[in-house]
């Protein structure tokens, strides 16, 4: 039982970045999309 | 340094790697890269950027390379709540500030530094002591980020430290330099997903090469009772509650968080400080378990030095492939602040020192650009000089951090408060900053009556802490309970007790006092304030190019 919990306790911040670096890259995609259709920069 | 502990790159392989991580940084920027750049968009991209780009942007940003170091440290030091003394703070502090965020936003929705605010509030003295204490916050922060890049490159490869300071400098200055914050946030976002992708590959690599999570449970016998306990008063006496208080006044007190904050669109504040709260923590706790891992292990580090531990872990255990993202990573984290710092002064520079105090609130846009520009050279040149003689500045920023600290009160009473006074400001600011160096260096003996009181303004300290928190998210009758009994339980404990502890009884100090001042000073006065004119005189600087292309 320590072992698992030991393994998730390491393991869970890598699986939560994983995790935010898909919101944060899909959300980036509908930044673009939405500055194309307004015609506007990106940043 | 003993080199042979750790892998050593060939000049040619390490050069590559700057090459391609500089040469691609620079390569990006050039996508949107205008021949004459608008001075609103230099500073802040016209406060128009997404959610996707402010999230990546604020947390790369947040991450130094000395996060992953001082993780790992405080997990190798303090077992296995260290990781999260150090990550989970830093990360609830972005969080903190996003309700205050959008109260600066609703005042001013035009600025590009939160000195503008208080420019329109009070006027230049108190603005002044904003933008001074952020030049040399940033300086401070750009000496240790070329450090690091020093200290890297010199480790992993037989070049010289100075070699590695000068190339960071020049290759952060290169891509910046031309659009500003509009550069720092499109390389944030490719330099945090590289950092994310990293992270996320390094850090079961590390476990598994170690021998799995068996070996984790055979390394609990090596842990302390303290150390193998996850509420450790050490733990977070030490390291949580000190830290919890510094990362507060840098979220408040820091451009680089502050310009973010003017630059995203509105509506996408709240998810945009959320995201990054949860990134940030993510990718600073994961790093700090490689720490925890050393020291279940047994591992030493090498000469005592802890900045050690997380290139001898990944030298001993890696491959050289995972060595090379792991100086990657370093380097993305350590460009993404050097760059925002370099924009946080260009902005401060520009806006604060030439836009409001020299020109009046008329600028020439054109000479505010040049103005913004040598700014970052000059703030380059001095990074770089500043690391390459391995000057020893970090004192400076003790003050730097009891300024802050100093400062959060007064700021966020001043957006809140309209009887808040230019005097009332300054004079806590400062009341502040001498009551913090009384506590910090022992200027008076810490005993009897004088640590007594002491300890109860060091209560009233965290009871601002915590009701500014409670005020934030739940209003102001919320917040007020929150502080008062907060206040009351703290001076019960603390007393007789937290003068063992310097550095949180000074941090705390800074807050308590400045906060009594403030509201004494400003109940003296009877004038009242109107926010409306805040709005009125913080303007946009080049209105004559509009953002959108045709």
Same mark, same amino acid.
């Given at each position: ?36 259709? =307004? ?5 | ?34 021949? &004459? ?14 959610? !996707? ?83 040399? !916050? ?9 450090? $690091? ?43 945090? +997903?590289?950092? +994310? ?69 509105? *509506?996408?504040? &709240? ?67 050097? *760059?925002? =710092? ?21 600028? *020439? ?21 500043? $690391? ?16 802050? !600290?100093?400062? /959060? ?19 806590? /600011? ?8 009384? $506590? ?21 300290? @965290? ?11 739940? @209003? ?7 502080? $008062? ?14 003068? =063992? ?28 304030? *109107? ?10 600087? =080049? ?8």
């Amino acid at each position: 039982m320590q072992t698992f919990i030991l393994a998730l306790y390491v393991l869970i911040w890598p699986l939560i970045s994983l995790a935010v670096l898909g919101v944060i890259g899909l959300a980036t995609l509908n930044d673009i999309r939405a500055a194309r259709r =307004d015609k506007r920069e990106l940043v | 340094m003993n080199n042979e502990n750790f892998y050593q790159f060939s000049t040619l392989t390490v050069l590559a790697l700057l090459v391609f991580f500089y040469g691609g940084t620079y390569l990006l920027t050039l996508l949107i890269k205008e021949k &004459k750049e608008n001075t609103d968009a230099f500073m802040v991209s016209n406060h128009q950027i997404g959610f !996707g780009l402010g999230a990546a942007s604020m947390t790369a940003t947040w991450i130094w390379a000395a996060s992953f170091y001082a993780a790992a440290t405080s997990g190798y030091t303090y077992g296995i709540s260290g990781p999260l003394h150090y990550g989970l703070w830093g990360a609830l502090m972005i969080l903190f500030i996003y309700p205050f965020g959008r109260r600066f936003r609703e005042l001013a929705p035009n600025a590009h530094t939160l000195g503008e605010l208080i420019h329109a509030r009070h006027g230049a003295s108190s603005q002044l002591i904003l933008a001074s204490s952020n030049i040399l !916050g940033s300086i401070i922060s750009l000496m240790v980020n070329f450090t $690091a890049s020093g200290a890297l490159v010199s480790v992993l490869s037989p070049l010289s430290f100075q070699a590695g300071v000068v190339i960071a400098g020049v290759g952060v200055l290169s891509y910046t330099l031309w659009s500003g914050f509009r550069a720092s946030v499109l390389t944030d976002f490719a330099q945090l +997903m590289a950092m +994310m992708a990293i992270a996320i590959l390094i850090i079961p690599a590390v476990m598994f090469a170690l021998g799995g999570p068996a070996t984790l449970s055979d390394g609990m016998s090596l842990l302390t009772p303290e150390q193998a306990n996850l509420f450790s008063m050490d733990a977070i006496l030490n390291q949580g509650a000190p830290f919890f208080v510094a990362v507060l006044a840098y979220a408040i007190g820091n451009q680089t968080i502050s310009q973010r904050l003017f630059a995203v669109r509105e *509506d996408h504040i &709240k998810p945009t400080f959320i995201t990054a709260t949860i990134g940030y923590g993510a990718i600073v706790i994961g790093l700090g378990m490689i720490g925890l891992m050393a020291l279940m292990t047994g591992m030493e580090p090498i000469n005592g030095d802890m900045n050690n531990l997380i290139p001898q872990m990944v030298s001993m255990y890696l491959s050289p492939v995972f060595i090379g993202l792991f100086f990657i990573l370093v380097i993305g984290s350590l460009s993404s602040t050097a *760059d925002s =710092d370099l924009s946080a002064m260009s902005a401060i520079v520009m806006a604060d020192v030439y836009g409001k105090n020299i020109a009046k609130n008329k600028p *020439d846009p054109t000479k505010m650009l040049f103005i913004g520009r040598l700014t970052m050279i000059v703030a380059t040149l001095i990074g770089v000089i500043l $690391a390459s003689f391995s000057m020893d500045i970090l004192i400076m920023l003790v003050f730097v951090g009891a300024l802050w !600290g100093a400062i /959060v009160f007064p700021v966020i009473a001043s957006c809140f408060w309209n009887r808040v006074t230019n005097t009332a400001f300054t004079s806590a /600011v400062l009341a502040g900053l001498v009551m913090f160096c009384i $506590a910090r260096f022992e200027l008076v003996p810490m005993a009897g009556l004088m640590a007594g009181l002491f300890e109860l303004l060091a209560s009233v300290g @965290g009871g601002v802490v915590l009701g500014l928190m409670a005020f934030g998210f739940c @209003g102001r009758r919320v917040g007020l309970i929150v502080g $008062a009994l907060s206040a009351l339980v703290l001076a019960y404990f603390c007393v007789g007790f937290l003068r =063992d502890y310097t550095v949180l009884l000074a941090s705390l100090m800074a807050y308590g006092v400045s906060t009594i001042v403030c509201i004494g000073v400003s109940l003296m006065s009877s004038s009242k304030f *109107d926010f409306a004119q805040i709005d009125q005189d913080v303007i946009n600087y =080049d209105p004559v190019k509009p953002a959108t292309q045709v």
